[in-house]
């Protein structure tokens, strides 16, 4: 559900009222949950990656996967791994790596699970890597900024520059 914060008062007793102003229908939610203890999240809404993102993206990792002998997935990985801020890193109990490694690969194609030693005995830190559909625009762009940087190197034919500046403002939005 998305919504505009409209106003913030206070109450007598301190307490602090939020008004959002929805434009769906939430007049059930509302009888259900009223006068009872809720837990909400409030974030900025970030515009999500358009599907012509992630279809560019695909182009760009056939044709790189075709210059290099590889397969689509292994381009995609590689190029998932080199994208900061869509990874955290895990402590876990040597024993409970293998299944959480297991269970983090099985929501997806680009999601993970990397083993590293840890300085714990017993341990073992794993690097857990989102897959590109949970990606916000930015990270959606730096990847694709990654794969034309990559089809340049290779000498493919990228998207001229005036599209992907056109691209590159659309994923900045």
Known sequence: MTGI??????GARGEQHITVTVREDVRDLYDTLRDTEVE????????SRSL?????????????????????????????RDIGGVSETVCVKAEAAPKLIE?????GLGWQAEPVASKLAGC??????????VYDTRQMSALID???D?????????ATPEELARYAEEWAK
Do not use: P
């Open 150 to 158: 990559e089809a340049k190197n290779r000498g493919i034919e990228v």
């Open 124 to 133: 073992v830190n794993v690097v857990l890597y989102y897959g590109s559909s």
């Open 146 to 148: 990654r794969l034309v």
């Open 52 to 80: 012509d993102s992630n279809g560019y993206a695909w182009v760009l990792i056939d044709k790189i996967a075709a210059a290099l002998n590889l397969t689509k997935t292994e381009v995609y990985r590689d190029a998932i």
């Open 103 to 107: 269970g983090w690969s099985r929501m």
């Open 5 to 10: 914060l409209k106003d913030l008062t206070f």
């Open 40 to 47: 909400m999240t409030i974030k900025k809404r970030r515009k």
